[in-house]
C-alpha cells in the first residue's frame, strides 16, 4: 500500500508514506486545521481512493485506527480536502488548511467509536502542525463547520474535549439543557436574525435574513456535533445559543503587528 519516499515528512510522528497526486499550490498562508473522518468501512479503501487520481480528493495525513500516521501531501501544497467550503469569509479553505483524515466508517455505518490510540495520535499530530504554523484554537475545526449544508464529519461521536484539553482547539463547557424558548425551521423575526449573526461572527458562513430556513438548520446542527454534542437536532435552544455565546466571548483575539 505504501509507495517509495517521494517527499519529506513535515512532522516527526509520521510512520509512512502513501503520496497521492492529488495537490496543487497554495495560495494563501496556512492558518487553519481542518479534521474529517473517512468515511469508509475499511481505512485500506479510504487511502486509495485518497490516492486516486480521477477522485480528485486528498488530505495531507490520514490517522488509522491503530495511531499509525500516514503522510500523502506535504504541508505547502494545497491537498483536496474541503470542497466547497467556507470559514470567517474565505472560501478557499483548501488553499489555507491542513486536512487530516481520520479513518473512521461514520454515520452511514452506524458512528462506531474512536480508538483511544487513534485520538492520541490525532491529537499529538495537532499539537505538533500547531506549533509549526500560526493556527489560532478557533480555526481547528471540523470539516462540517466548513461545509454544513454538505458534510457532518468528524461527527458528534468525536471527542473533541480530549483534543482541547491536549491544547488544541477552542471549546467550552456545554451549558446545560433547560427550558425556555427555542428557534426551530419555519421561524422567523429579529431573534433568529440575531443567532444568525453570531453564527456569522464566529465564522460560519451563513446569511443573515431573520428566517429559520434549511440553510440555517443545518449550521445550528453542525454547530453542535463541535460544541454542543449532547443533542444534535439543528434547533437553536437556549443551551445551543448559551454555548455560542461563551464560544464568542472567550475566541483567541488575532495577533496586531
Known amino acids: 500500500m505504501i509507495a517509495p519516499d517521494t517527499f519529506r515528512p513535515d512532522s516527526r510522528l509520521v510512520g509512512a508514506l502513501a503520496p497521492s497526486p492529488n495537490h496543487g499550490e497554495r495560495q494563501a498562508g496556512i492558518d487553519m486545521l481542518v479534521l474529517h473522518y473517512t468515511g469508509m468501512e475499511r481505512a485500506e479503501e479510504a487511502v486509495e481512493r485518497l490516492r486516486d487520481p480521477t477522485a480528485e480528493v486528498s488530505a495531507h495525513y490520514v490517522v488509522l485506527e491503530d495511531g499509525t500516521i500516514l503522510q500523502m501531501v506535504p504541508e505547502a501544497r494545497r491537498a483536496w480536502h474541503a470542497g466547497v467550503a467556507s470559514w470567517e469569509g474565505t472560501t478557499d479553505i483548501n488553499s489555507r488548511s491542513i486536512g ?89 423575526g429579529q431573534p433568529v436574525a440575531a443567532l444568525q449573526s453570531m453564527l456569522a461572527l464566529y465564522g460560519y458562513g451563513i446569511a443573515v435574513t431573520g428566517d429559520y430556513d434549511a440553510e440555517t438548520e443545518a449550521v445550528v446542527r453542525a454547530f453542535q456535533r463541535h460544541f454542543r454534542r449532547a443533542k444534535v437536532d439543528g434547533v437553536a435552544d437556549a443551551s445551543t445559543i448559551m454555548t455560542l455565546r461563551q464560544l464568542i466571548l472567550t475566541r483567541p483575539q488575532p495577533e496586531t503587528a
Open 100 to 188: 487530516i483524515e481520520i479513518a473512521n466508517a461514520g454515520h452511514a455505518f452506524g458512528s462506531p467509536p474512536f480508538p483511544e490510540a487513534q485520538i492520541i495520535a490525532v491529537a499529538a499530530l495537532a499539537q505538533d502542525i500547531l506549533d509549526r504554523h500560526p493556527i489560532r484554537a478557533d480555526r481547528v475545526l471540523a470539516h462540517s463547520d466548513v461545509a454544513p449544508l454538505r458534510k457532518d464529519d468528524p461527527g458528534e461521536k468525536f471527542p473533541w474535549h480530549l483534543l482541547h484539553h491536549a491544547g488544541v482547539g477552542h471549546l467550552v463547557h456545554e451549558a446545560p439543557e433547560q427550558g425556555g424558548r427555542f428557534f426551530m425551521r419555519g421561524d422567523g
